[in-house]
């Protein structure tokens, strides 16, 4: 069974850093594309950064050079790196994966069927 759970969301100033994880286990297969999508209040929820299992990368324009997506696999552990925070990037952060694939298939959460519960980040101006 795929379990994935967030952690450390929290509040910060515009300008600032968080780091997010996602301990992931349950995983069937060693290919996947793993995934950070966000969804903010009243809007849809869209991809941020992807990794695959050979570790390349794919990120949201939004967010090149301020985010970093990576993997822990001794740890079965995603991160995300958040530098230089905007209050547009308040939203419910989420991981996801989809398995099985040796490439991630793009940025679209309907790709991904496998989802954590979330953790807040809220960024004041």
Known sequence: QVQLVESGGGSVQAGGSLRLSCAASGFPSRRYCMGWFLQAPGKEREGVATIDSDGDTTYADSVKGRFTISKDNAKNTLYLQMNNLKPED?????????????????????????????TQVTVSA
């Open 90 to 118: 308040t939203a419910m952060y989420y991981c996801a994966v989809r398995l099985w694939v040796g490439y991630c298939p793009g940025l679209s959460p309907n790709e991904y069927p496998h989802w954590g519960q979330g």
